[in-house]
């Protein structure tokens, strides 16, 4: 029976009119997006945390400082991919991965088949693997008042042969 890992991860990023809003690398309309040294993809960046953390790697900070060249601007879903190929050479294959994205507006639900099909595809796994979720903060604290989107990731791996 392969082991099983279990890894949480978050990350938030501030909102600012004008910038593009991708999530889950995919690029959702709306009137503002994160202010960040990537794409600041939140979805991909707590989901990179959370395989890192499943397979006891630290965290991406240390792996992918934000004052690295390499990733300003960057798309995160290499980064994801170098997360989940540090986890394989470690021993590990994703499993599973569950996502609460917390973003006030705009509402999700279009987008999310989308999201769950390409976070699915950047780990490996079937669309029947992954969910994504979504919610707003009613209106509470920074992320309810817009300006700021979060999220939280939990990714199960289980033990992979490295042969
Ligand atoms: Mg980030």
Redesign the pocket.
């Known amino acids: 029976m392969p082991a099983v890992r279990v890894g949480i991860g978050f990350?938030?990023?501030r909102l600012e009119p004008g910038r593009p809003l991708v999530l889950a690398g995919v690029e959702v309309p709306a009137d503002r997006g994160?202010v960040?040294?990537?794409d600041?993809?939140?979805v991909l960046?707590?989901v990179a945390d959370a395989v890192l953390g499943a397979a006891a790697l630290g965290d991406?900070g240390e792996h992918f400082p934000?004052t690295d060249p390499v990733w300003k601007g960057a798309a995160?879903a290499g980064l994801l991919s170098r997360a989940v190929d540090m986890a394989r050479a470690a021993g590990y294959r994703p499993a599973g991965a569950d996502v609460n994205v917390l973003l006030e507006r705009p509402k999700l639900a279009p987008h999310k088949p989308a999201m769950r099909a390409r976070l699915a595809e950047l780990l490996g796994l079937e669309a029947a693997q992954v969910n994504i979720k979504a919610r707003t903060m009613e209106g509470l604290d920074a992320i309810g008042a817009g300006d700021a989107v979060a999220a939280q990731a939990v990714v199960v791996l289980e033990g992979a042969s490295t042969a």
Do not use: F, K, Q
Request: hydrophobic share 35%; no cysteine; glycine share 6%.
């Open positions: 990350d938030i990023h994160p960040a040294h990537s600041g993809d939140v960046h707590a991406l934000d995160s």
